[in-house]
C-alpha cells in the first residue's frame, strides 16, 4: 500500500491538535492531522477563554473578531451569602460555544496548509508505526492529542505518574441576556456552578461535581442564588457530559512521540485553563520539533502545568470543606485586593512569588479570625 509521508503526523484534532498542528506549519513542517470524528466537535466545558488565552491564541494566527463570542471582564466566586470578584489586570475575557471554536481552528489549519484528515481511523502497531486507515505512515514526529484516554500515551508507555482527582461536569446553554460581565461560579455542597456570557443572548452553565449529578435542574436547585437568575427560563440545549482530571505525567515525549492538551496531563476544570495550556504547549511544542529538541518541549511543559494544577489544587480544598469555603469567601470579601493579586497570578500576569508572603500571612489570618 502507498505510504503517507509527513514531518508531524497528529493523532486527534481536537484544540490541541489543531493548535499543535498550526504551530508546527508555522516553523515550516508538513502536517497531517487525523480523527476518527467529523468537525465541528464538540465537548463539555465552561467555554471561557481569558485574556492569557486569548493572547495564547492570537500567537497561532487567530482572533475571534468575527465570531459571536460574550465578552467578561473578570471572575466572581459567590456561594454563602458572600460575593467577590476580581476583574483581569490587563484586557478582557471571552465566551465562545465550543463548535465556533473549533471550526475557527480548522479554518486556521486549512490557511497554514495542515492536511486534515476526518472521519479516518488510526491504528498504531506492533513496532510503533502508525496506520492510517490501513495505510503506513512514515513521519519524523507522531504526536498524542487524544484526549484524557489516549491510546498514543499507552503505545509510548507514557502513562506513568499521578492523578490527583476525578470530577463529573455537565453543560447546557440558556437563551437569555447575560446579567453580568464576570464569569460567575457559585460554590455549593457538593458542586461549583461556572456561568459564561457566550453571546449578547446566550449564557453557557457549566456544573462540575464530585458525583454524578440526579439531573441538571437539581444540580441547579441545590444552588439558590444562581436559580433565581432561570426562573421560568427553559435551556435551549441538552445536557453534555465529561470527566475532568487532574493528571500529571513524569515525561510527556518518547523517541519521536510527543503528548498535547489532555493526552499529557491536566488541571481540574476549575482553573478554566485547559485550552490557555494547549496553546502554550503548542508553541513550545512546535519550536522543539523545529529544533529536533523533545527535550525542550519537556522543560516547557512542567513550567506551563505548573501554576494551573496548583492553583487547581488550592482551590479544590475549598470544594471538599465547606467550613473551609465559607471561611475563605469570608476573607476574600473582607480583602478583596487578596483576590486582585490571586487573578493576577492565575492568569499569568504576575509570578506565583508576587503574591507576597504580606498577602499569605493576611488571607491566613483572615481564615482564622473569620
Known amino acids: 500500500m502507498n505510504t503517507v509521508e509527513t514531518d508531524v503526523f497528529v493523532v486527534g484534532g481536537g484544540p490541541a491538535g489543531l493548535s499543535a498542528a498550526i504551530a508546527a506549519r508555522q516553523h515550516g513542517l508538513s502536517v497531517i492531522v487525523a480523527d476518527l470524528a467529523r468537525p465541528p466537535i464538540d465537548k463539555a466545558c465552561g467555554e471561557g477563554l481569558m485574556p492569557d488565552s486569548l493572547a495564547a491564541l492570537n500567537r497561532l494566527g487567530i482572533t475571534l473578531d468575527d465570531v459571536s463570542t460574550g465578552k467578561f471582564r473578570g471572575i466572581c466566586f459567590i456561594g454563602n451569602g458572600r460575593i467577590v470578584s476580581a476583574e483581569f489586570p490587563n484586557g478582557i ?13 480548522i479554518e486556521r489549519a486549512r490557511e497554514v496548509g495542515v492536511v486534515l484528515r476526518w472521519g479516518t481511523r488510526v491504528d498504531i502497531d506492533a513496532n510503533r508505526r502508525p496506520l492510517l486507515d490501513g495505510r503506513p505512515v512514515r513521519s519524523r514526529w507522531l504526536l498524542g492529542a487524544d484526549g484524557h484516554n489516549s491510546r498514543v500515551r499507552r503505545v509510548a508507555a507514557l502513562d506513568s505518574g499521578l492523578e490527583f482527582q476525578r470530577r463529573v461536569g455537565i453543560r447546557r446553554h440558556y437563551k437569555l441576556q447575560p446579567w453580568t460581565d464576570f464569569v460567575e461560579i457559585y460554590w455549593g455542597d457538593y458542586c461549583q456552578a461556572y456561568v459564561t456570557p457566550i453571546a449578547d443572548d446566550e449564557i453557557c452553565i457549566a456544573i ?85 529538541n523533545l527535550h525542550l518541549y519537556e522543560r516547557e511543559h512542567r513550567a506551563i502545568m505548573a501554576l494551573p494544577q496548583f492553583m487547581g489544587r488550592s482551590m479544590l480544598l475549598m470544594d471538599k470543606s465547606s467550613f473551609l469555603r465559607r471561611r475563605t469567601l469570608r476573607a476574600l470579601s473582607s480583602r478583596p485586593q487578596i483576590f486582585d493579586r490571586m487573578l493576577s497570578v492565575h492568569v499569568g500576569e504576575r509570578p506565583l512569588r508576587a503574591f507576597g508572603v504580606t498577602n499569605l500571612l493576611t488571607l491566613g489570618w483572615k481564615l482564622l479570625t473569620a
Do not use: W, Y
Not at 475575557?93 to 481552528?105: D, K
Not at 421560568?232 to 523517541?255: E, F, M, N
Not at 499529557?264 to 523545529?290: H, K, V, Y
Open 93 to 105: 475575557g471571552r465566551g465562545i460555544r465550543r463548535v465556533l471554536l473549533h471550526s475557527a481552528l
Open 208 to 292: 462540575i461535581s464530585k458525583a454524578p449529578v440526579e439531573s441538571f435542574e437539581s444540580a441547579i436547585a441545590q444552588l439558590p442564588d444562581l436559580a433565581r437568575h432561570l426562573e421560568d427560563i427553559a435551556a435551549h440545549t441538552t445536557v453534555k457530559g465529561a470527566i475532568t482530571v487532574s493528571r500529571q505525567l513524569r515525561s510527556v515525549t518518547s523517541g519521536n512521540f510527543a503528548l498535547i492538551g489532555e493526552a499529557s496531563g491536566s488541571a481540574d476544570a476549575i482553573t478554566g485553563e485547559g485550552l490557555a495550556m494547549c496553546f502554550r504547549q503548542a508553541e513550545a511544542l512546535g519550536r522543539a520539533l523545529a529544533t529536533n
